[in-house]
């Protein structure tokens, strides 16, 4: 029984000693409130004794009675000798420190605030903690029911030209975000003091951690992120210097963005610290919420180096300066000068003011990562979610084209629904139509090439491979020919020969209804390409490099243009196609490094591409035809695969039949043929299949 007995006294002194310091607390704030009534009192003259005098004597009765109160001839009139009686014995209340005494003297020290402004900022406390405070106001004959710089001069004894310097526009207590000024000659609490005058802490670090959130560790590797170098590599340094930075993170959702925050935070020995993700009541907070968590996160961590500030979903924040009311240099400053180091985290980097871009001391963009990335992370998102995928299931979704947190999302749809790549599949599919984005798989590495099947006027393995050897990436490449040919095939190749990803872009990527934006498209895919360290392959580059003089607009001009000055200053190879060469500007022929025009192929590359596409000969009774390209053995393989046909003859009436769609008539059979009955039935058995499918 003895233990418990001791616990039970344990407990008991521990309430009485929490009773004490509430009481102790109490007789302090009581004493706050006499001293700042006494500077009403003394400060009374006759008539405003006659008209509020009884008011406040009711008031300090039943907050802070004292023995002079009972010594009044009359209470509905007292005297000025009567209330200045009064005044000198509430003055007289012994002080005694209280626990926002010492929650202002911390928060004094984190933001660098002097005596004066850490008194102003107490009488606004009080005054929003409570109600005898804002009675005070309301039944003194200061003329108002909010805190004016007058009645703080008034309550705090502060002379009233310092309370008004310390209340200026941009003064510390507002660029701090502890007050708001309402721009009518009152102000207001910020919910950022409304936060600490709730702390309950016994020292400075026990507030911080009651503030300041845990940092965050990100979910993905610091090699996930490899395709951002040399960029990632610069980040890294700027945040291990534990200067204060700002970074912008942008690109499309999903891209990957917060997470690389979190990891680089990790990586640099750092924790990533959230502002503004939610209000005190866990709701969605407004932005000037959103400002005041980043302000005292800011104030915080200039004590805690080892922390670094993202701020996620920044537009609204960067943006504010296009508000009414809002002060655009107030934001700029709030970028070029963060005190700690600051990631913003941004999906449209176009709608942000050109003088916060410019501000920023590293800007990183986000796109795709490598397929061999996208495949550990798919590997990750789908052994998170419980589903298991074969390497080839794994493979497939990496070349899809999503972000990372799409395919996170399908793998988990995939699991809740029992299913496999199918369903992830189906799922990341469907979330990329509602963004209006495609998720075709990426042609690379889903079919194999040989360039020897490609007829061109160089010979193609060789260039591929002097391409691969120089450490030249400035080069590009101009591929002309008809289509079918394997122009944009070779390019694939070319990639995987040099080691690089392909970025692709098409006319449709490109092309933009308004005007500027079309040149804008075409500099952010070199500049995307560039950044990725890709290739990047442009399909039918006619539709932007046709003669300048068939232009009929400026706007016409200017694409063309844009794109020669691209080609002036290359930072990554560049790949350009086209059906139409004797369509280009005449520029362009200069501009390009090499040139490369592709032709039909040569009767023994189709003969070995049937061989290879179908894993039989070339039915002898057939003349090989002339004109074939790479791309009519596509199409026919693939009508094959659907109809399931194997019959040689059929195949080669398929391939006559992709000759004379072009209407390439002049390439085909030479000399007088007839055919063999086998020929004639094929011819039959094709009708037969055609009406069928």
Known sequence: MEPELREIARKMARQRAAQAEFSQSEQGEAAHFAHAAARVLQALSVNQVKRCGEDLIDLIDREVPVAALHKLTNREKPSVAEMRAVARQLAAKRAVPTQLDSVFAWVGELFGLDSAEVTILSIFARWGKFECWRELVRRAPISCSNLTPSAVAQLSGLAGNTVDRKLMPGAPLFSSRLLHDDRDGEYSLSPLLRRLIRVHAESRDEMLRWLMPEPERGGLLWDDFEHLDPLRSIALK?????????????GEPGTGKTEFARTLATEAGSGAIFAGLSDDFGNEPDRSERLDHLMILRAMCRHHRDRVIVVDEADDVLMMSERKGSSKQWINRLVEAPQVPTIWIVNQR?????AVLRRMTLAIGFDRPRLAVRERVAQRSAEAASVDLSDAELRDIACLKAPPAVVAAGMKAAHLANGGADVAKTA????????????TPEGSGCSVYDPNLSRADTDLSRLAERLAATPDRGWSLLLSGPSGTGKSAFARHLAQVVGLEIEERRCSDLMSPYVGETEQNIAEAFARAAERGALLLIDEVDSFLYRREAGQRSWEVSQVNEMLVQLEHLRTPFVATTNLADNLD???QRRFTIRAAFNAMTPA????LFKARFGIDWPLEWPIHHGQTPGDFAVVAHRANLLAERDPAVLVRWLRDEIEARGD?????MGFHIPSPAATAAANIDKRNLRAA
């Open 238 to 250: 700027v945040i291990t210097s534990k200067e204060p930075v700002s970074i912008l993170l942008f």
């Open 428 to 439: 990341i599919h469907s979330v990329m139509r509602v963004l209006g984005q495609s998720c």
């Open 350 to 354: 176009s709608r942000l003011d050109p």
């Open 665 to 669: 008539h002049a390439r085909g059979t």
């Open 605 to 608: 590359q189709a003969s070995q």
């Open 586 to 588: 005449p520029a362009t």
